[in-house]
């Protein structure tokens, strides 16, 4: 066990160095969160191996927990501290969510499978998320009661940006949302000020589905 331990913390730091660092990831608390959070205990006991690898690994019920970059980029990109409140869409394995309450004040995530939503509801009890907030439903109506959020994660891909979330994001809020068709999106950042919301691109990408009302049937 603690030799496994010490096998996955190598693993992680070239992970970290090779896949994280050398594509322009700066952000300190987003290089401090992954070098972290123990990401062989966000897949099944088989891809524990594969958990460092520079790929995504399913994680069941046809989902998947995204490649390591990704997560980096657009935990960045989220432009997050310490006080903030954020609303992840697409709990999954529960990877993204760890990695921002590690930053953040609190962590609000929804899932939308419920056999997915318990499993990775244990996992952060056991590994002690007691800032990540948990809920079972369709996450593209958002989570009215808490919000407005400083910042909002869609970790799966939208025909378009659900309007319900851009309601929830307070002014000064930053989203960011994979947005295209079911083979390919674009990773979306989106700001809101007092004028409105501000849209830019941070390139191509692949997610699996948003399922949902404000989202696809
Ligand atoms: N952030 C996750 C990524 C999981 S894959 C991780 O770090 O592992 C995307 C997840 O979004 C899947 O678990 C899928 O069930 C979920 N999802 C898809 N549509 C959803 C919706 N409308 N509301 C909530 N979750 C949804």
Partial sequence: MEKDEVKYTRQREEMVRRQIEARGITDPKVLAAVRKVPRHLFVSEALTDQAYG?????????????????????????????????????????YQAAILAEIVFRVYTVERINSLFIKTRKLFDRLRYHNIVTKYS??????????????????????????????????????VIPVGNQYTQDLIKLYKDEDGIHTTSLGGCRFVKLVGEHGWK
């Fill in 138 to 175: 369709d996450g593209t109506c958002g989570w009215k009661d808490e919000s407005p959020f400083d910042a909002i994660i869609v970790t799966a891909g939208a025909p378009e940006i659900p309007i319900p979330l851009v309601a929830q994001l307070a002014v000064g809020g930053r989203m």
């Fill in 54 to 94: 520079d790929f995504p690994l399913p994680i069941g019920e046809q989902q998947t927990i995204s490649q390591p970059y990704i997560v980096a980029e657009m935990t960045q990109a989220l432009q997050v501290d310490e006080d903030d409140r954020v609303l992840e869409i697409g709990t999954g394995s529960g």
